[in-house]
């Protein structure tokens, strides 16, 4: 595996003392759990030298600072679904795997937060916030794999985000054990800079969140799923554009390419047209959704849109979501191994990173299913190669690097 041949032995001479913090039963070497957990979701391959499974939130202080005192190198991992290979421990060390930190503590609909535990499940917490008619706003596609302090670490989003926020914006306090093991709480709204905020995004490199305060919202009771066709995506962008700026107000929208969405009708029969160029999926809720399905259909009709179908549906549904998540699977089965990239580029230039990326996968000869959030500028291609194929392989890795290079590029 790379990255395994040169990795000092930084555990051996603590792995007794690791032992007795966290419980024989705890600490693995093994060579099948160091293999299985060299790995995320995306390409990057890391052996670490060992695992510790966290039961306690209490345990978290006195291990880092075990490990930091002797050198460890540490790599936090909620459920390891990321796609950037963040918990896949490049410089060896341990691993600590989270997922036992799995306690809902606390949820007050009254105030509007949940207190609980990093290593919960989102999907978890989403259960138990529905039954009360509430959520959590990040809903990433991965949600019923991947944990809370895992979203907050990367600042994952999900459709919903768009108007209800990332999960940096849903983040009220996070307890967090510093990489030497020291314990403090970063709290909104108690002045000066917002360390919670800057918390989130750093995947874990300034310390582990332990538990977390996260604001929760109640559910609307209208909810419109519409799909509306376009015959390019410089049409569907421009049209999205126009809405926004006549006061629609999206719960969500996403864009699925021609492959995307052709891929996902064939899997699923969703009743999408097969002849479009781009195809919207959006959801308009809350007392302003009748006037704002008014006005779409007004300016998607005058932008060109050919065909829109839109419905009421069950607030408790997640259509937008359901669709990207069928779209993204429609299309990882074209494939042996698909490579999932994940960009953001200023609105405005969506349609220029999507030129752009169509070129990189003609120059490496290579097919992808793009995603992407007209409102958002966030472009998601998965890139269809086999991994069994080193050429192959490599020229995905290109693509994916210049496909990267042009969106820096553009801000
Ligand atoms: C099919 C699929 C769909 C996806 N869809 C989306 C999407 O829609 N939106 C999106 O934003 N992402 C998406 N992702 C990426 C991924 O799911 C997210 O990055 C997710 O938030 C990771 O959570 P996790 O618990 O799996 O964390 P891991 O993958 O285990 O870790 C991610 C990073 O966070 C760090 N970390 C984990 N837990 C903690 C903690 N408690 N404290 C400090 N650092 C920690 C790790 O060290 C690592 O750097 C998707 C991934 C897949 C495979």
């Excluded at 008619?133 to 991965?142: A, C, K, Q, V």
């Amino acid at each position: 595996m790379s990255g395994s041949l040169f990795v000092k032995d930084t555990f051996s001479p603590v792995a007794a003392r690791a032992r007795r913090l966290s419980g024989e039963a705890r600490v693995s070497v093994d060579s099948v759990a160091l293999a299985l957990h060299s790995y995320d979701a995306g390409l990057a391959r890391f052996r670490p030298e060992a695992v510790i499974s966290v039961a306690e939130a209490s345990g978290l202080a006195p291990l880092m600072r075990l490990l930091a005192e002797n050198g460890v190198p540490v790599t936090p991992r909620g459920l390891g679904s990321s796609l950037t290979g963040g918990c896949a421990p490049a410089k060896g060390g341990a691993v600590l795997k989270l997922g036992g930190l799995n306690k809902i503590l606390e949820i007050d609909t009254a105030a509007g937060y949940a207190f609980v535990e990093a290593g919960v499940c989102n999907g978890v917490l989403q259960d138990e916030l529905s039954r009360a008619g509430f959520f959590y706003s990040p809903l990433p596609l991965s949600f019923r794999c991947s944990t809370v302090g895992g979203n907050i670490a990367v600042n994952a989003r999900g459709p919903r985000s768009l108007k209800y926020g990332s999960s940096a914006d849903n983040l009220l306090a996070v307890d967090v054990v510093s990489p030497g093991g020291d314990e403090f709480r970063l709290e909104r709204g108690c002045g000066g800079p917002d360390m919670a905020g800057f918390f989130s995004g750093l995947e874990g490199t300034c310390g582990v969140a332990a538990r977390v305060k996260v604001r929760i919202t109640r559910r609307s009771g209208t909810l419109i799923y519409f799909l509306a066709a376009f015959n390019s995506p410089e049409e569907l962008l421009l049209a999205a554009a126009q809405a926004q700026s006549q006061g629609v107000c999206f719960r969500s929208l996403e864009a699925l390419d021609k492959m995307s969405a052709t891929a996902s009708e064939s899997c699923f029969g969703d009743g999408y047209p097969l002849d479009c160029g781009a195809l919207a999926v959006g959801e308009l809720d809350g007392h302003g959704a009748a006037d704002d399905l008014k006005t779409l259909k007004r300016v998607f009709k005058a932008a060109g849109c050919p065909w829109f179908k839109a419905d009421e549906c069950d607030p408790k549904s997640e259509p937008v979501w359901l669709a990207s998540s069928r779209a993204f699977s429609a299309v990882a089965r074209l494939s042996h191994s698909v490579l999932s990239e994940d960009f953001s580029v200023p609105r405005k230039k969506l349609g220029l990173a999507i030129g752009a990326a169509s070129a990189a996968l003609a120059q490496y000869d290579l097919r992808a299913g793009m995603v992407y959030s007209p409102c958002t500028g966030s472009l998601r291609p998965s890139i269809l190669f086999d991994e069994r194929n080193i050429f192959e392989t490599r020229r995905a890795r290109k693509a994916a690097h210049e496909m990267l290079k042009a969106c820096a590029e553009m801000g």
